[in-house]
């Protein structure tokens, strides 16, 4: 018998007070607070993972998800899902949110990523132009126990690696060097002012510098030809990508069913669209949420098209969409739409502050990420047309730029050495996004000098994977049962 599922917890109303600051501790009451916080939840606990009978089941976890999905994409979520154990982890956000829920925790939060696998890094440009490692992705981001990230990084690592055929030393190796990293940069942000913390950020050299000794001649031409070819994923290599343009005019190209122009969904052109012109509106109010600097920016595009676009493994099936903007020379800038409903974690960890789910997002990136995206916004959509020609419930989106220099590591051709320094890379970058927002002194404090952290979080790490194994296997089973549909769309 499988434990009830709890049902999301009610949306905070928005508020029009300012809470007011917190008060200031001092140095000593805050290492205080993270040694005591070690004392009632001593380090080793953290490799506590007891799947019992009252688990709640996977499948049905996910399986709730899907009710408020397109219904048309589901089967795509599910076979991208079941090609191996790391694409059923990508997609099980939820699941291990309700795993982690029961699970040992210091009491001391930061705002989470919500879904820090490896996958989720990468790297993007600065509104600088300067190319810069981070955190890319915020769906599930909400404030919560920092313990939560990490463990979910590090099993991450522990699934590649199985995925990849290493061998269990080194996957162990890469898992641990990888909980070392944020042990060693969160002691080390402890001792740092916190304007130092905020701009503290990791491009090339960071990179060469974190990784357990120097980088060799072959992987520093790895890196730059990541890095040469994140800088070919501009506006104007999306333009080659995704659209044409004929007789001075630019449209999307169809691609289905991963890319559907708005014209394919419902009928006729874009201009001629009484829902498509409606977006004009909801763009102005987009527009609202952009400093003003850079709704002057954008004032210099005009929106020319739109598509439904597929994205991701655990995102298939919400509503994402690509917008085509250009300027009077045909220069296009290339927006995304991607539906934020409530954070996976907010049934464990309570509501969100802000009413909307964009907005929620957008403020979490900006608090995490060293710089975020310059069209970073959210909007509101009532009356939402899914595609059918029916109006249904409002949706929140949040929306930012399609591309824009953004790549990430070959995760499948990583070699064990490869893994363990991207991991380390990652642990880094997620000890800094906690700094920004939580308190480094009192983590710091908790993880103190020994790898007593490092082992728990390697233990959890290899229990958990082996859970996901099975948990991937019953998707297999269900999906050969004919109890879930699936079609593979790469």
Not at 373 to 394: A, H, M, P, R
Request: glycine share 8%; charged share 25%.
């Amino acid at each position: 018998m499988t434990k009830a599922i709890p049902a999301p917890r009610s949306r905070k109303r928005p508020t029009t007070e300012t809470p007011p600051a917190p008060a200031l501790l001092t140095h000593e009451q805050r290492v205080a607070r993270g040694k005591a916080a070690r004392s009632e939840v001593p380090r080793a606990t953290h490799a506590e993972f007891f799947p019992g009978p009252g688990r709640a089941d996977p499948l049905a976890l996910l399986s709730e998800q899907d009710e408020s999905r397109v219904p048309e994409l589901l089967p795509i979520r599910y076979g991208r899902m079941a090609s191996s154990a790391f694409s059923f982890f990508r997609g099980a956000a939820l699941p291990m949110a309700s795993d982690l829920a029961p699970t040992p925790r210091s009491g001391i939060t930061v705002q989470l990523c919500g879904d820090a696998h490896l996958a989720n890094f990468g790297l993007f440009a600065s509104p600088e132009r300067h190319v810069v490692f981070d955190i890319n992705d915020f769906d599930e981001t909400a404030p919560g126990p920092w313990e939560w990230d990490v463990k979910r990084l590090a099993t991450s690592i522990e699934v590649a690696g199985r995925s990849n055929g290493y061998a269990p030393k080194a996957r162990r190796t890469a898992v641990l060097a990888t909980v070392a990293e944020y042990r060693r940069a969160m002691r080390a942000f402890a001792g740092m002012d916190p304007l130092a913390i905020w701009y503290s950020h990791a491009d090339l050299a960071r990179i060469e510098a974190l990784t357990s000794g120097s980088l060799r001649s072959k992987e520093k031409k790895t890196i730059a030809r990541t890095i040469a070819k994140a800088q070919t994923k501009d506006n104007l290599g999306a333009l080659a990508r995704f659209a044409t343009v004929d007789n001075g005019v630019a449209r999307l190209t169809a691609e289905p069913p991963l890319v559907v122009p708005i014209g394919d969904l419902w009928g006729g052109t874009p201009q001629g669209n009484a829902t498509f012109e409606g977006l004009r509106s909801l763009m102005e109010a987009y527009r609202l949420t952009l400093p003003p600097e850079r709704r002057q920016l954008l004032d210099r595009y005009r929106l020319v098209d739109l598509a439904r676009k597929v994205v991701g493994v655990g995102s298939v099936g919400t509503r994402s969409w690509m917008i085509l903007l250009v300027d009077e020379e045909l220069h296009p800038l290339f927006l995304q739409a991607k539906e934020a409903g409530p954070s996976v974690l907010e049934r464990f960890v309570g509501a969100s502050e802000y009413s909307n789910g964009g907005q929620r997002v957008v403020i979490g990136q900006r608090l995490m990420q060293t710089v975020s995206d310059i069209f970073l916004g959210w909007v509101s959509v009532t009356g939402y047309n899914d595609g059918s020609g029916q109006f249904d419930v409002s949706r929140d989106f949040y929306i930012r730029q399609l591309r824009d220099w953004k790549g990430s590591a070959d995760i499948e051709t990583l070699v064990p050495d490869g893994m363990r320094m991207y991991g380390e890379i990652c642990g880094w970058t997620l000890a800094r996004a906690h700094a920004r927002t939580g308190d480094p002194v009192a983590i710091a404090a908790y993880l103190g000098g020994s790898a007593a952290f490092d082992e728990a979080v390697g233990e959890f790490a290899v229990a958990y994977a082996t859970q996901n194994e099975l948990d991937h296997q019953s998707l297999v089973d269900a999906i050969a049962a004919g109890r879930i549909q699936a079609e593979a769309v790469a």
